[in-house]
Nanobody, 127 residues
């Protein structure tokens, strides 16, 4: 059974940093295309960042470009989202997921292209 577990969320002041981790178990996804999404209260789930299976391609939402960095450690089946210069508008529950449907480079931004979601980790940025 596939499991994804996010960790690293918390409360931080604006301008601060957090590093989220997503670890898989039950099945190796060392070459999977992965994504991070977030959902704030009353809002739709939105794309944050994604990384190709080879690690060579990364994609970011415009609002986080230059502040967030997605990476992977295939030897540990773990993906990371390093978040810096955090803003109150980054407050949300953050989810990692495995891209499973369609062509990654064409639909990485759509949450319906992903399967196997983690339970989410809360990130709260105070002003």
């Amino acid at each position: 059974q596939v499991q994804l577990v996010e960790s690293g969320g918390g409360l931080v002041q604006a301008g601060g940093s957090l590093r989220l981790s997503c670890t898989t178990s039950g099945r190796a996804f060392s070459n999977a295309d992965m994504g991070w999404f977030r959902q704030a209260p009353g809002k739709e789930r939105e794309f944050v960042a994604a990384i190709g299976g080879s690690g060579g391609y990364t994609y970011y939402q415009d609002s986080v470009e230059g502040r967030f960095d997605i990476s992977r450690d295939s030897t540990r089946n773990t993906w990371y989202l390093q978040m810096t210069s955090l803003k109150p508008e980054d407050t949300a529950v953050y989810y990692c997921a495995v891209h499973s449907f369609g062509t990654f480079r064409l639909n990485y931004m759509y949450w319906r292209s992903y399967q196997h979601w983690g339970q989410g980790t809360q990130v709260t940025v105070s002003s």
